[in-house]
């Protein structure tokens, strides 16, 4: 295929247009488009591959986040998504860190067997939060203060992705006196996940999103392993995207900005579109 270079946005119109759909329209028309289940209407992927600003970029991949019935999980962003997505890794760090002390965003490490990373908008976590103590009272559950605690004094304080039992304690201990069925409470609801190597070590964690890890795992191979199958181990983005995943529940646009990222795939361009292709060793 024969390769073109890419026009600069200051003497692009559609890097022009792109730039003011990524400042004015995120968060309105593909919220909208989210909410009526209809993935064809968005714009396609090689039109939103790329953005300017971390907080556009993960606000865009929240909006078309997929639809997933079989388990309630808020809205996540993968890191390596938002390496895809923003070419300046340092500014991508940079901006996620100033998100996550701002109090925007959660950073969650994710027990994957790789160096994987969850973002989720902590308006969408402390919803999450909220949810599991409703069902909790449904069920007369006891020892539920421990929850407004967790949020009050240990999320609003602590905005690391792990944090030691003692200190864990001591912050709770801000709401009420620290029982251990407080803890082992928001370990089975899937808040605190023990460490492997430091027992007094606990992760953060994002309650039913372990139900995602092994469709995350298969969808990486399966997307990697339909390139290998083509010729030169390549395809257009634009018919690629329209292709589903059989053995994951996130969609292909998913998958596609996280190899990106992940440096498993990269892109170029041709004068009949962008190409995907297994990156070479």
């Known amino acids: 295929m024969k390769r073109i270079t890419t026009p600069g946005p200051e003497s692009s119109t559609t890097g022009t247009k792109k730039r003011r759909r990524e400042e004015e329209e995120v968060g309105c028309s593909h919220s909208a488009n989210n909410e009526d289940g209809a993935d064809d209407q968005f714009l396609p992927l090689q039109d939103e591959l790329t953005f300017t600003d971390t907080s556009v970029a993960l606000r865009m991949m929240r909006s078309q986040f997929p639809r997933i019935d079989q388990a309630s999980v808020p809205p996540f962003i993968l890191q390596s998504q938002l390496y895809s997505s923003v070419n300046d890794r340092t500014q991508v760090d940079r901006e996620l860190e100033c998100l996550r002390r701002e109090k925007v965003v959660r950073v969650f490490k994710l027990n994957t067997g790789q160096d994987d990373h969850a973002i989720i908008f902590l308006d969408d976590y402390l919803i999450q939060v909220d949810r599991i ?69 606990y992760w ?42 059989r053995f994951s529940p996130l969609d292909m646009r998913f998958h596609v900005r996280d190899l990106i990222g992940s440096g498993h795939l990269k892109t170029f361009q041709t004068t009949s579109g962008l190409v995907v292709r297994i990156s070479r060793d």
């Open 204 to 245: 953060f964690a994002v309650p039913s999103i372990g139900k995602l890890w092994k469709g995350l795992m298969q969808g990486r191979n399966e997307l990697l392993s339909l390139l290998k199958r083509q010729r030169h181990k390549e395809m257009f983005l634009a018919v690629l995207e329209k292709k589903r995943l």
């Open 133 to 201: 103590v409703k069902r909790m009272e449904e069920k007369k559950q006891r020892d539920l203060e421990i929850f407004k605690w967790f949020k009050e004094h240990v999320l609003d304080s602590k905005l690391e992705s792990s944090i030691g039992h003692n200190e864990l304690c001591s912050l709770l201990s801000s709401g009420g006196k620290v029982k251990d069925a407080h803890i082992t409470l928001l370990i089975n609801a899937g808040l605190l996940t023990r460490q492997f190597i430091d027992p007094d070590m």
